[in-house]
């Protein structure tokens, strides 16, 4: 292949850095294209290209031109990548408005457009995350902190400043929110309605809110706090101040505590808290044991779905006949492995303890953990790399059940499902050829007025031959049903 | 400026600091960035302030945008009498502030692409010019591979520059240039004139400007965060996000000329 260049002078043509960087990096990724340039036509820029052999002999630009110049493996894609260039100077030029210019740079920018401003959303790398949010705490912004990795000092910190103006710190790493129902994060259409949820694990306020949605019951807020919140260090700051704020919401008539277990001292504290809050509650905190004081406490998230259903009258629409019939056609026993591939931590969490409970071990994987996700982005949003594990199951005949969660809302990918049954099928085929039982069981966290559609993802995945269950407690419950039935069978 | 080519001015640039618009003055094209309350005041601009004067000034720029971007603001009553005097007043370094500015700027990672999308040979240039200039020197050799040099409308290496400008601007406000460093920088600001003909005519006032020591409000903000490291750490993440490189390598050359004048402060000198 013939290394070629290509270039285009655009006379007397500025254009903001950034939209140039963009339009170069887009450039890049054609096939084919090594480098790309897209610069001011200075003298000194010009020697920088002549040195890196990007300088096309035949033109003559001036400073003030914009000069774009690619290297790449022949002509086409040379002239592909200058009119992808092209087509973004263009575009930049007739975008009605000068919108993406004036967008704040800051959130000092952004309380000057516009002082009714209430909530800012964070989401830099954790470096900078904690000047961010102070900013906007201090402009007094009610602040949503997608970021992670922010240490916990800065968090604590930041928290005293958010209580002390009665301002919620969201965060760090909060992975959803609904505030008067308007979406921040990964979350989902709710209804509206009288259950308030104050949230310390993302997808677990996900599935408790949908459980709820599923039964008829509405959502007024979801606010997270971030992880750590329930921890000895933190205390429990930002938890107390949404349990304040929702007490004296008049649309809220029931409040549910989702989290992993909190520390024993901020655990008590907490319940006492919830206890004098004067409004029906229920703490959902994971692997707890079930108990029915004051304080309705529940060890799963459909535990506490369903207690809250019940103060308000009302039940969970659980219907579990699917397990039943499937257990019944299990001709061939399934190897007793039982793998779980999670998008959802607190979802894998809640697995974890109901085949904890029941005494069955098995290797259960938080895919959106940092150890899985450095360098690639969430399993929720990019659902391939889950898709490939889940396929690569079906060639190991130590499992016999592989367990999925597919969480649907906002921030979550267009269709997850699609790649999802391609490997379910994928992993159920080869174990069919090897002579091998293989069950993919899993659950759909979403809800009907989701962007991608609850029954239409589920139904993409019934086709490919998964279990769906109306819960992930529902479906780890039938991964022990089978593993336990697997058993008997081998005796 | 002459207001008479006020009904015939053209958008040239849309930028992170205002909206630049051209025209044709008597001897020479003039150049006038107008700039609103959220970007900052900028050398030789026209500031708006008033909100609804914002809003109706942004929809005919918009419109212009779209059509002939040429703009007709003959109709508009400006009061040139009001001026801001845009010269730096912060007067102080601390090494923990420059510190926190070199460790953030170390940890910024380098951007991929092709080597004229790179800042990283300008922002290391930074060093060499500021060193120069406090040994006396304009700084000529280095300036030759600075000014025009790298990614932008204003290329990076102006944009370093100007960072050393203003920086050595508050060293010696701050009593850390000597008689050899005062002599360099005035060097320096005289070397920038000839120099700033090889770059883009939008660089090229902020080059002069920076010269005549008048900076925009953002490299002010950049000033004052020499003398504290809070203030350090808040204007890193401002800087981060001003422009692809911009404000970064303004940082740049704020920090190396901060470093070289501190280096060789008689006053610390006496110290150690």
Redesign the interface.
Known sequence: MTDQLSARVFP?L?????T??AL??AA?RIDGVR??????A????L???R??D?LPPEISPA??DLLV?V?ADGADAGDAAVAVVEAGLTSA??T???VA??R???VR?GL??DEALTVAAVS?PG??AP??VE?ALRGGLHVFCFSDNVPVEDEIRLKQIAVSSRRLLMGPDCGTAVLDGVPLGFANVLRPGPVAIVAASGTGAQEVACLLDAAGIGVAQVIGVGGRDLTAEVGALMTNLALDLVADDPDVGAVVLVSKPPAAAVAAQVLDRLGALGTPTVACLLGEADIDGPVVVRGTLEGGAAAVASLLGSALDLDDSAGADALRALDVPAARGVLGLYTGGTLAGETKVILRRAGVSAEILDLGDDEYTAGRPHPMIDPAARADRVAAAGRRPDIGVVLVDLVLGHGSADDPATPLAHAAARALSDARADGRRLLVVGSVCGTSADPQGRDRQRRILEDAGVLVFASNAAAARFAVAVVTSTSEVQQ | MDWSVAHDLQIVHVGQSGTVLAGAGAHERILVPLTFADRGLVPGGLHVGHAREVAELRAALEDAAHRSRRIDLSAWSVDVTSTVDLRLRASAIAADAVGVLAAGLAAVRPVPGAPVMDPGPQRRLADALATAVVSGSDGSPVLADLVGAGPGSTPAGDDVTVGVLAGFDVADRAGLLDAVGRDGLTRLREAVLPASVRTTWVARHDLRAAAAGRFCERVHRLAEALADPVRARHVLVDAARWGATSGLDLTHGLRAAAHAARTISPELTRAA
């Open positions: 007397k500025y254009r903001d850095s950034v140039l960087m170069a990096s890049q480098q790309v340039g897209a610069v001011m200075t003298p000194a820029n020697a920088i290209l040195e890196s990007m400073p003030d110049v290297r030029e007739t009605p408005g000068t210019e004036v704040p740079a800051t920018e000057i457009r830099t470096t900078y000047v961010v900013q």
